[in-house]
């Protein structure tokens, strides 16, 4: 009892030893400095300490988990009895075998989403993998055959060929065998044996057949895991997955993993992954980032997700977890038909090929980083063609934590009337929200549509879109994007999108997976002025007014209850004033200094507003066409009044044809992707508002359009629209050989499209 206290006393001296030990710490002068800049030191030292306590003491009185864990996991460590491996588990084991699986659910997190994105997997290669006739799973470090019993409700374990659970502590090989009695399940056979080197009763040789293999929390309680892993490359089939759940800590830099798979998450502060691995240790457990690294150089990675376990305390304890899915590195990718993508060669738009540009990892790379090359990526192993590989790390990119634009904000219907765009057009547009691209898609199934963005939220953005009508029902479907809420994203999310989604948009998604739990349109930055206009609406009382506005049955009725009610609203002289000011443009609005020049030379603030909404309610019925400002002042769309993605009809074309394989998405400036194009390789070029973003006094746009003019093919189109009537870039587009058309220029009073937001509409053809 006295060593159980002593080893019960060294885990909580853990705290205050790391409170000293930071001190010391921060006695380094650099450190200070961190200390001052945000006091994250002193805070997290403070909360930890805090948090034990809490922990130690409501762990034992409130939390009532069965003492017997309390005493097998606190007092009586592992390594305490018996030096050879099983002895050591069976004795940590053996008193709470039973009481396993009721004290583990908090503890062990992400074992039931890592069950789901396998699943869903399995079930997107069912037609690969010849039959399911062939499936075997392995589960290594399975304890109590928990993992399998819950994965029958994801996917049928009567479905697998063989399931074996592999686990060297005899009283949770009982307990598995108990649970798969009970259940009648023939097909799942337990093997008490070492993962490191059990072998399959009747079965020489499984190399390259296994369709599974999964380890959940069982990687860091593996001392040799080195011959375990190397073992599971050589069971796993070529299309086979490999899915781990488990704690980790992070090493001191990213790993070079990271730029691989993507790391949201995944860094660890220096407290974190030195308390957690030092506490685990008495546990035989190991969290140092080695397991992680060497499965990570061994296979690769299909989806990656960290996460921290706020188990006992919410906030205070936070021990970081991962879910990984892993594949041969030699994946096999026959069955990826897209990949033939070269340059050039699409469509009628030919004019030459770059040379050696055959198979798809060469074909992407023409478009990619150099940085990224070097290995293969999760972008490698992509279950679709859709986004590009990206360096996330990049700060062009972290500094954007979310999409600006959760829907697109330029009329489809007018750039159609002018795009002439066939089968064979290869064109390049600005993501955005990506409403108008799939436009573009679904009316006229161009060849290629690369959607360039720097903001790599924009792209998972229209990346989720692309995958979820690619996999789910258009019930589901309009309820995340039509009504902006879908209580069950999180499920679907897991259960079906995963397999169409990269890594990068997965994680992205499962971190904000509460953006459809609400109102989704009301998130990102353009939330922000929805909300906004919404709070404006209701602070007027206008509430039922706009109401009635919005589903009026005439275009007269419209426009009374607009003259009547809502336009003294808007231009009060309050409102005059506020507008008036460049500041509140600036602020409020976000609109950049550069554009709001370019519309002041036509005339004052207010005036632009007038222009932009005084023809609205005359130009069509917010009910069923005027889905733009239906959506602004109702947080959502309508079965009547939303883009045709969001149509029954527009959902099915999408889905049935192959018009989403034209979509190439590409995280990186305009110009970046410009330079990674051969010559004359696009016929059409639609780059919204964001020249007016540029700066008259610096030449940084005329090189754009310098490499637009490159690789625009001759007879190719580039389409802008702009703040100002007449924009000062149109004479850099005469000048490096383009003919100059304007195609609507707004004058008060009329509108030049459902949107009206722009002064023009341009049009340059390339001679
Ligand atoms: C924390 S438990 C996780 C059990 C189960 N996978 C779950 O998620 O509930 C870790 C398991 O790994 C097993 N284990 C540890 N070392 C092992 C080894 N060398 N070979 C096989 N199993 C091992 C232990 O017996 C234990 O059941
Ligand atoms: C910090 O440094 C000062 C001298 O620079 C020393 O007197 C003090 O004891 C140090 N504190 C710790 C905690 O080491
Ligand atoms: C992914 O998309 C394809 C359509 O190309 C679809 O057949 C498949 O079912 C989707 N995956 C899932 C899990 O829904
Ligand atoms: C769709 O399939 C047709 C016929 O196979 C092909 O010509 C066309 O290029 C494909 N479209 C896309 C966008 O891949």
């Known amino acids: 009892m006295t060593r159980h206290l002593g080893l019960l006393m060294n885990r909580f001296l853990l705290v205050p030893f790391s409170l000293g030990l930071t001190q010391l710490a921060m006695n380094k002068s650099n450190l200070i400095n961190g200390f001052c800049a945000e006091h994250r030191w002193a805070s997290a030292v403070i909360l930890g300490f805090i948090g034990s306590c809490i922990s130690a003491v409501v762990g034992w009185k409130s939390v009532q988990a069965p003492l017997q864990f309390i005493y097998s996991c606190f007092l009586k460590p592992l390594g305490y009895h018996g030096h050879n491996q099983q002895d050591r588990l069976e004795s940590f084991y053996q008193d709470q075998a039973d009481v396993y699986d009721a004290t583990r659910g908090g503890l062990l997190r992400g074992r039931k989403t890592m069950l789901k994105l396998c699943a869903a997997q399995l079930k997107q290669q069912a037609s690969a993998i010849k039959s399911d006739e062939d499936l075997v799973w392995i589960d290594i470090g399975g304890g109590t055959g928990w993992n399998i019993e819950r994965m029958n409700t994801y996917y049928p374990i009567e479905k697998f060929h063989k399931v074996y659970l592999i686990d060297l502590t005899p ?407 506020v507008l008036n000011n460049p500041m509140f443009m600036w602020n409020a609005l976000g609109v950049p200094m550069n554009q709001m020049n370019m519309f002041l030379k036509d005339g004052t603030t207010q005036q632009y507003i007038e222009d932009t909404l005084e023809p609205i309610p005359s130009r069509s019925l917010f009910r069923n066409d005027q889905y733009f400002f239906y959506l602004c002042m109702m947080q959502k769309y309508t079965r009547e009044s939303c883009p045709s993605y969001l149509t029954e009809e527009g959902f099915k074309t999408l889905k049935e044809t192959n018009a989403t394989d034209a979509f190439r998405l590409h995280t990186d400036s305009i110009v970046n992707v410009l330079q990674s194009m051969p010559d004359k390789y696009l016929t059409r070029m639609i780059v919204m508002d964001h020249m007016d973003w540029f700066s008259p006094e610096t030449n940084e746009l005329e090189q754009e359009i310098i490499e637009m003019a490159r690789v625009t093919q001759p007879n190719g189109r580039v389409y802008w629209r702009s703040a100002g009537k007449y924009p000062w870039y149109n004479d850099l587009f005469v000048k490096h050989g383009f003919e100059v058309t304007p195609l609507g220029i707004r004058e008060s009073g009329h509108s030049i499209d459902r949107v009206n937001m722009y002064s023009s509409f341009y049009m340059a053809v390339r001679s």
Request: aromatic share 14%; charged share 25%.
């Open 171 to 577: 009283s949770l090989c009982r307990i598995a065998r108990e649970r798969f009695q009970r259940r009648g399940w023939n097909n799942v056979v337990v093997l008490c044996e070492d993962a490191a080197s059990f072998t399959l009763p009747g079965i020489d040789d499984m190399s390259g057949k296994v369709g599974m293999i999964t380890m959940s929390y069982s990687l860091s309680m593996i001392d040799n895991f080195f011959p375990v892993i190397d073992r599971i490359q050589k069971l796993l089939a070529p299309k086979g997955i490999f899915g781990i759940a488990d704690f980790y800590v992070s090493g001191k830099s990213p790993s070079p993993a990271e730029k691989l798979s993507g790391s949201q998450n995944r860094q660890c502060s220096w407290l974190t992954r030195f308390f957690w691995q030092i506490w685990f240790d008495f546990d035989h457990i190991n969290l140092g980032p080695g397991r992680r690294d060497y499965v990570e150089y061994k296979f690769g990675t299909l989806k990656c997700l960290n996460a921290r376990n706020h188990f006992i305390v919410p906030y205070l304890v936070q021990i970081p977890y991962y879910i990984w899915l892993g594949c041969s590195l030699e994946r096999p990718d026959e069955d990826r038909s897209w990949d033939i993508d070269i340059p050039g060669s699409s469509g009628s738009s030919v004019v030459e090929s770059p040379p050696g540009s055959v198979s798809g990892r060469q074909t992407r790379m023409e478009f990619s980083k150099p940085a990224l090359q070097t290995r293969s990526s999760s972008f490698d192993y992509q279950a679709r063609p859709w986004r590009l590989p990206y360096d996330p790390s990049l700060p062009c990119h972290t500094q954007f934590r979310s999409y600006i634009y959760a829907f697109t904000w330029e009329d489809p219907r007018v750039d159609l009337e002018y795009l002439d765009l066939t089968e064979s057009d290869t064109m390049f547009v600005i993501t955005s929200a990506g409403d108008n691209a799939i436009e573009y898609a679904i009316k006229a199934r161009p060849q290629r549509i690369h959607c360039v963005d720097m903001n790599p939220c924009q792209n998972h953005l229209l990346e989720l879109k692309l995958a979820s009508i690619k996999s789910l029902e258009f019930e589901d479907f309009w309820k995340m994007f039509g009504e902006g809420r879908n209580p069950q994203f999180e499920t679907l999310l897991h259960d079906f999108i995963s397999p169409n989604l990269s890594s990068h948009a997965l994680q992205y998604w499962s971190h904000n997976s509460d953006r459809f739990s609400h109102k989704f349109y009301k998130t990102g930055y353009s939330g922000l002025a929805l909300t906004l206009v919404e709070w404006w609406i209701k602070m007027q009382g206008l509430q039922k007014d706009v109401h009635d506005m919005c589903h009026a049955e005439t275009i007269e009725e419209q426009k009374r209850i607009w003259n009547e009610k809502i336009r003294p609203a808007i231009f009060s002289p309050m409102i005059r004033k």
